[in-house]
């Protein structure tokens, strides 16, 4: 955490390298979060580079002491439904990427049951969904996952767990069983 | 299936999913690649962004009134002085020179001369709209508001320099309690700018002039009244009700700056 | 670099002067073209952030104005239709002011001042009066303080109007330049003006945006609507009080050739002509006179 305040201290005083070191930090997650809510890998990219790009103007409103992470994630969340909305209008549903997983992966070494998982993880409702892609697919904490949706720690948790109640009951349906 | 073992799974499915197929790149080594190549060029556009951010540094509010005092701040205080000298002067030619030893005008006139202090405000205040600068002005970083509280900062250090500047010169020359003379002085200044700030909270720019105009005409007429009809109202001192009075109108006028601060469409007033 | 004007309304006591106007706004220049009392100022002090709408948001960059604050003032320029100055202002003066009023540090003020200066070519008067310029100059110092800033969007209401012709040109030019990864927003009636340099128009009347589109896109809306023909010049005033005529010119010859807008042709003669923005203007604005260039 020190480390990451002193770097956001850097790029205060507009010093590029920390702003160089901090993305190494956290492209790869939040280019991952992105994945899982643009329609294709390059939307995706944009959609991360944005986010990245709209952090560093909008610094000042970024509150201190740890939450850099809550706040990135905030904006990645913020810029995807934008550009949804505005420019990627109806080219993008849940189900489609559901689909898309489900071609993608041909000729991956891919286990039967984690593409079914991933097919009804899509297709859970929304504010579900965005909970359980933060924890298991970004793992934040709960804590985390709290500061970024905005709700309270219980509200998180027990979402959580009727998710995960749900996602049980649906692989257990599709024949799968502890191997 | 117990929890943990599902979880795992679950971890498992949505982990992998975004890497890129074994079957469109080349190797493990290169699955990383396009994601590299991308990142370089996000770093490479941030690090051009945080460079310009910083050519953009701005300053704060204690620079902008240092400025507005060497822009702003030596015409508010020319006026002021001018308008205490002019206000001796008329005094002076009108009533005689020995006018100001005369102990039965003296409240009276300290009565007179705060609200007139008082009043300097107003052509600052309305000139912004009288030139229409106040459209420019609501545009910048710190548009109207901030300026407006700027402008009132350097004319209460002009009015709180002559207003001790008479309270001293009234003290020393006049055997008057100085209780009462800063009274005299306090009170009607504080009845004339809670009135100020309370026109300048609710009325609109096209509204100000005439309203602030009428509020003060109305001022001056009251005092004048009770200088007719009771005389005995000038011979008070600072007694703990005069005291409670003044303290309750220093409350209404932060009442009123708040007011304006926070609650009103200062700027947008402006605009009508 | 994306101004969204999201179903913005604002009402005033007697009037709607903005009705749920929605508006994304690109890199480039933008025209919004209305006549006056069209809504066209309101909106555009509601976009400058002085303004706030009875409901509706607008957002930059996906982010509502209102919670950027100074933020948002510092990437923007805007340039009233009435503007005026202190009158013991010199130009320097006056950018001196305004500088101190956007927050500009001694040292870039001074920058962006010179350079400024130079661009519009002010600096002979630098030390002059403003009160004592030409409309042009006077307008030149206007636009010199919305880019005192180095502002990305920059708002312009009117800002054409009280220049000659030369001057309208050079302003043309001026714009182009700046446009190119800039957001423009010119509200005018003088349609030749934006025509040339806008990529995109939006047409305002009554408060309520009725077209959006490419010059080219707007222009199709009045296609077949314009006709050009030959007159003797003596029955000129009759067809006057018949018909919208658009443009005349003096042939020589007791002829007079007239250009009108008409859903069909009203003379034997009449030849259909490539519809302009001026057309389309005049055809939404029938009352509205136009003012013309030369």
């Known amino acids: 955490m020190t480390r990451e305040d002193e770097l956001i201290h850097r790029i205060e005083q507009g010093d590029p390298d920390a702003v160089e070191e901090l993305v190494k930090i956290y492209y790869p997650e939040i280019l991952r979060y992105c994945l899982w809510h643009a329609p294709d890998r390059s939307l995706a990219e944009d959609a991360a580079q944005e986010t990245f790009f709209k952090a560093v103007r909008y610094f000042n409103h970024y509150v201190h002491k740890g939450k850099f992470k809550a706040f990135l994630y905030q904006i990645a969340a913020n810029t995807c439904v934008d550009m949804r909305r505005k420019r990627w209008l109806s080219d993008f549903s849940y189900e489609e990427l559901a689909l898309d997983f489900a071609c993608a992966e041909t000729g991956f070494e891919e286990i039967h049951s984690n593409l079914f998982l991933k097919q009804v993880v899509c297709r859970l409702p929304d504010d579900l969904r965005e909970i359980v892609i933060l924890r298991f697919g970004q793992d934040l904490t709960l804590k985390e996952i709290a500061n970024i949706v905005g709700l309270p720690l219980r509200t998180v948790q027990s979402r959580l767990n009727s998710a995960l109640k749900r996602l049980r009951k649906e692989f257990e349906k599709g024949g799968f069983y502890e191997s | 299936m117990n929890h943990k073992t599902f979880e795992m799974h679950l971890e498992a499915a949505l982990h992998r999913s975004t890497d890129i197929p074994a079957d469109q790149t080349p190797g493990p080594d290169l699955i990383n690649s396009r994601n590299q190549g991308h990142m370089d060029a996000v770093i490479w556009e941030l690090k051009k962004e945080v460079v310009k951010k910083r050519s953009r540094k701005r300053i704060g509010f204690s620079d902008f009134l240092l400025l507005q005092i060497k822009m702003t701040g030596w015409k508010i205080w020319l006026l002021q002085g001018m308008m205490f000298l002019g206000f001796v002067f008329l005094i002076t030619a009108i009533l005689g020179p020995y006018i100001w030893l005369d102990h039965r005008y003296t409240t009276k006139l300290l009565c007179y001369f705060s609200i007139l202090i008082s009043m300097t405000a107003l052509p600052f205040l309305h000139r912004s709209v009288h030139y229409k600068m106040q459209e420019v002005e609501a545009a910048t970083r710190f548009s109207s508001m901030r300026l407006l509280l700027a402008k009132m900062l350097l004319l209460g250090i002009g009015d709180v320099f002559l207003l001790n500047m008479v309270l001293i010169t009234a003290a020393l020359r006049t055997s008057i309690y100085t209780g009462s003379l800063v009274l005299y002085l306090l009170f009607p200044f504080l009845l004339a700018n809670g009135g100020a700030l309370f026109l300048i909270g609710h009325l609109n720019a096209g509204h100000f002039l005439q309203g602030s105009l009428a509020f003060y005409t109305l001022l001056i007429t009251l005092v004048t009244v009770v200088r007719y009809f009771s005389p005995a109202f000038f011979q008070q001192t600072l007694s703990s009700g005069w005291l409670a009075a003044c303290a309750g109108m220093t409350v209404f006028c932060i009442w009123q700056l708040r007011y304006i601060i926070y609650r009103s469409s200062y700027s947008e007033m402006q605009l009508n | ?294």
């Not at chain 3, 309101?42 to 409901?55: C, D, Q």
């Open chain 3, 1 to 294: 670099m994306e101004l969204y004007v999201n179903n913005v309304s604002k009402q005033f006591k007697d009037k709607r002067a903005v009705d749920h106007v929605t508006l994304n706004i690109t890199p480039g220049v933008w025209g919004l073209l209305g006549a006056n009392g069209a809504g066209k100022t309101t909106l555009m002090r509601m976009i400058a952030g002085i303004m706030k709408p009875t409901s509706g948001r607008i957002e930059y960059d996906g982010i509502p104005i209102d919670r950027l604050k100074d933020e948002y003032r510092d990437i923007f320029g805007y340039l009233p239709q009435e503007f005026g100055f202190y009158p013991e202002f010199t130009v320097k003066n006056y950018l001196e002011y305004v500088s101190a009023l956007k927050g500009l540090t001694a040292k870039e003020s001074r920058r962006r001042i010179s350079d400024l200066l130079e661009q519009l070519t002010l600096t002979n008067v630098c030390n002059k009066k403003i009160a004592k310029l030409s409309g042009g100059m006077k307008r030149r110092v206007g636009i010199a303080q919305a880019l005192l800033n180095d502002p990305e969007v920059l708002i312009l209401d009117e800002p054409t109007s009280g220049l000659d012709p030369a001057e309208r040109v050079r302003f043309r030019n001026l714009l182009s330049e700046f446009a190119r990864d800039h957001i423009v927003l010119i509200s005018t009636h003088i349609v030749p003006d934006v025509e040339y340099i806008a990529t995109r128009n939006a047409v305002m009347k009554d408060g309520r945006l009725i077209s959006t589109g490419t010059t080219e896109e707007l222009v199709k809306l009045v296609d077949g609507k314009v006709w050009s023909a030959m007159i003797p010049t003596k029955y000129l005033p009759e067809y006057e009080q018949k018909l919208r005529i658009v443009n005349l010119r003096n042939e020589g010859d007791d002829q007079v050739s007239i250009r009108y807008l008409s859903e069909r042709p009203r003379t034997e003669d009449s030849v259909p002509a490539v519809p302009r923005l001026e057309d389309l203007y005049l055809w939404l604005f029938p009352q509205d006179t136009l003012e013309r260039e030369g």
